[in-house]
């Protein structure tokens, strides 16, 4: 007896769904980390938090320190544009002019009435939750 073109149509997809299965396995079985030394799956930290391939006692301690006090110049003003405001809570977000970063505001941390669309100059710190912005005015 012939088969119908419903279930032919059945097979096949049947018949995709197993060569994906099996394509899928083959890319795993490429990208997995069996067969790695124990060496090239270990990663450390670094004095500034960041992952790295050195081990602790081959790393330059002092030399990161002093980067890091370099890029942490604190009295720098950044320009932006206020992104979006929650006005019941009281925070939003700050779109840094020439890039694709938005840096997070509390009300308080501005003197003036902001909204959506306003150019502010505004002052950038590091905190445990990521970046803020301080010391927010109006341009």
Known sequence: MAESTSKKEKNKKKALKKL????????????NNKG?????????????GNFTDVPPHLQDKEADLKNNERLEVKDIIINGVV????DAKGFGFIKVSNSTDKIFFHFKESREQ????????FK???T??????TQISKI
């Open 83 to 86: 992104d979006n405001y929650n």
């Open 124 to 126: 950038k710190v590091l």
């Open 36 to 48: 790695k030394s124990l060496e090239e799956m270990i990663v450390y930290v670094d004095v500034l």
């Open 20 to 31: 994906e299965k099996l394509n899928k396995r083959e890319v795993r079985k490429e990208h």
């Open 114 to 121: 902001l909204k959506v669309g306003d150019n502010v100059a």
């Open 128 to 133: 445990e939750k990521g970046f803020k912005a």
